[in-house]
C-alpha cells in the first residue's frame, strides 16, 4: 500500500501538467494573501485617519495643547507600525515558499521595528510636551530634567520588552546589575559624582536657564545656558562658553542676582573739612531725596547718616535699595541718586573733597626777607 501512494506521489509531481496546476494554485493562494494584506493596510489606515479626522480633532480643542502634542506624535506612529506589520505579513508570505530560513527572523525584526517606532515616537512627544510647559511659564530645568527621566524610561522599558522575547533574563540581568554596578561606581567615580551633582541641581534648583550666576570661591560668572547630566554650560560676559562640572557646585557657593527682591546702593561720600558745618543739612536733605525718589524702595532700610572722619574729608554713608533688580536699570537709577546728591551738596554751598595735605610752617623758622 506503501509503495502503491509513493508510486502516485512520484507521477504526480514529476508530471509536468500535474505539476504545473500545483504551482499555478500555490501563485493563486499567494496572490489572495497579497491582496487580503493590501486590502487589510488600506483599511487600517483609513479607519485611523477617519478616527482621528472625526473624534480625535474634537478632543484637540477641548484638551489643549498636550492632547495636540499626542496626536501629533501618534499618528505617524501609528501608520508606521501598520506599515511594518503588513509588510511583515507580506514578507511571510514571500519568505514561506521561496526563502524558508528567513521565517525565523521576521517575527524578531517587526517587534523590533515597532519598538524602535514606539520609543521614536515617545520622545517626540516627551519633547513636545517640555517646550509646551516651558512655554506656559514653568522651570525650563525642572522640565528637562524630567523629559531626561521619561526618556530614560521609555528607553529601559522598551530593552527589557524586547529583551524578554529574545529570551533574556530579569533575574540575571538584576545579578549582574549588582556586580557590575560597584565596578562602574568605582571606575567612574567621578562622572557619577557629576551626574548627582546635575540630578541636586534639578531638585535643589539653585539657578535655572537663564540665570545670571556667580561664585566668589571660584572665577565663575555668566548666563547659565543649558544644564545637563555631567556639565553645565556657562556663558560669561565676555561672550565665552565656559563648561563647569556638576560636582563642582556641591563644594562652591553661588550667587544668583535673579533671585533678589532689591538692589542695593551703599557707597560713601566725602566732604571737605571745611563744610563740617554743612554736614547737618546735607544728610538731611539727601536723605528726604532718598524718600521721595520714586525707584527707591520705601518698605526697605534707608540710612543716610555722618560716619567718618577721614584723612581728609568728612564722610557720610547713603545705603538703600532699589526696586528693580536688573542690572542696567539699576545703573540708572543710581546716577540718578548720585547726580541728586552732587545737586544737595552743591545747593548747600559745600564741595567734595579730594586727597590733600595741608602744612602748617613756624613763622620763626621762615628765612627773612632780604636776608642772608
Known amino acids: 500500500m506503501s509503495n502503491t501512494y509513493s508510486f502516485l506521489h512520484t507521477v504526480a509531481t514529476q508530471t509536468p501538467a500535474i505539476r504545473s496546476l500545483h504551482d499555478l494554485s500555490v501563485y493563486h493562494h499567494q496572490l489572495w494573501e497579497i491582496v487580503l494584506i493590501g486590502f487589510f493596510t488600506l483599511m487600517a489606515t483609513l479607519a485611523w485617519y477617519i478616527f482621528v479626522k472625526r473624534s480625535a480633532n474634537k478632543e484637540l480643542g477641548r484638551r489643549g495643547a498636550l492632547w495636540r502634542a499626542f496626536w501629533q506624535a501618534s499618528s505617524p506612529a501609528i501608520i508606521t507600525i501598520i506599515g511594518i506589520i503588513s509588510a511583515s505579513l507580506l514578507l511571510r508570505v514571500i519568505a514561506r515558499d521561496f526563502i524558508p530560513e528567513l ?51 521609555v528607553l529601559t522599558l522598551a530593552f527589557l520588552a524586547v529583551g524578554q522575547n529574545f529570551g533574556l533574563s530579569l533575574s540575571g540581568l538584576l545579578a549582574f546589575g549588582g556586580a557590575g554596578g560597584l565596578i562602574i561606581g568605582l571606575a567612574g567615580k567621578d562622572i557619577l559624582a557629576n551626574f548627582f551633582g546635575g540630578l541636586m ?28 547630566w555631567r556639565l553645565t554650560r556657562i556663558f560669561t560676559f565676555d561672550n565665552r562658553p565656559m563648561y563647569v562640572p556638576n560636582s563642582a557646585f556641591s563644594t562652591i557657593s553661588v550667587v544668583n542676582p535673579q533671585r533678589m527682591t532689591n538692589r542695593r546702593i551703599n557707597t560713601t561720600i566725602g566732604l571737605r573739612y571745611q563744610d563740617l558745618g554743612r554736614m547737618q543739612a546735607v544728610v538731611e536733605n539727601v536723605r528726604a531725596m532718598l524718600r521721595a525718589h520714586p525707584d527707591i524702595d520705601q518698605e526697605q ?30 545703573l540708572s537709577v543710581q546716577q540718578d541718586v548720585f547726580l541728586k546728591i552732587v545737586g544737595i551738596v552743591q545747593a548747600q554751598g559745600a564741595d567734595f573733597a579730594f586727597p590733600s595735605r595741608t602744612l602748617y610752617f613756624d613763622p620763626a623758622s621762615l628765612p627773612k626777607a632780604g636776608g642772608d
Not at 301 to 327: P, Q
Request: net charge neutral; hydrophobic share 50%.
Open 103 to 153: 521565517l525565523d527572523w521576521i517575527a524578531p525584526l517587526r517587534l523590533i521595528a515597532i519598538a524602535l517606532v514606539v520609543v521614536l515616537g515617545m520622545f517626540r512627544y516627551i519633547n513636545a510636551s517640555e517646550r509646551i510647559h516651558v512655554d506656559n511659564g514653568s522651570d525650563s530645568t525642572t522640565a528637562s530634567a524630567l523629559s531626561k527621566v521619561a526618556k530614560a524610561s
Open 201 to 228: 541641581i534639578f531638585v535643589d534648583r539653585p539657578f535655572q536657564v537663564g540665570d545670571w550666576i556667580s561664585s566668589p570661591d571660584r572665577n565663575i560668572e555668566g548666563t547659565v545656558e543649558k544644564v545637563g
Open 301 to 330: 532700610v534707608i540710612l543716610v547718616y555722618f560716619s567718618a572722619f577721614g584723612d581728609s574729608s568728612v564722610n557720610f554713608m547713603v545705603y538703600c535699595f532699589t526696586r528693580t533688580t536688573r542690572w542696567a536699570e539699576w
